[in-house]
């Protein structure tokens, strides 16, 4: 079984960068896709970006398009998530996760059968 260990959240002001990692229990190539997803109380988990451990394409939620990078290092088993340009709307826990879904087809919760604990992110206004 695939766990999934995050790091990387915290408290910034607006404007700010962080960057996220998440670091899988073993090589996840058989799984595809590592996916990026957030959620504030009272609303649904959302997309946010999928990046494939072969190739590395990535695929972006249109509101963090330009701002975040999603990227990985095969041989930490390690993917990043990097916030730039930070908006207090982007204040969410957020959740890596993977699946065997193609990167480009995967941008619902349900399609992933691993999550990471979520990680906090604050940006402050």
């Known amino acids: 079984q695939v766990q999934l260990v995050e790091s990387g959240g915290g408290l910034v002001q607006t404007g700010g960068s962080l960057r996220l990692s998440c670091t899988a229990s073993e090589r996840t190539f058989s799984t595809n896709t590592m996916g990026w997803f957030r959620q504030t109380p009272g609303k649904e988990r959302e997309f946010v970006a999928a990046?494939?451990?072969?190739?590395?394409?990535?695929y972006y939620a249109d509101s963090v398009k330009g701002r975040f990078t999603a990227s990985r290092d095969n041989a930490k088993s390690t993917v990043y998530l990097q916030m730039d340009s930070l908006k207090p709307e982007d204040t969410a826990v957020y959740y890596c996760?993977?699946?065997?879904?193609?990167?480009?087809?995967?941008?619902?919760?349900?399609?992933?059968?691993?999550w990471g604990q979520g990680t906090q992110v604050t940006v402050s206004s």
């Open positions: 996760a993977t699946t065997t879904i193609p990167a480009s087809l995967a941008r619902a919760r349900t399609q992933y059968p691993y």
């Open positions: 990046i494939t451990w072969r190739s590395g394409a990535t």
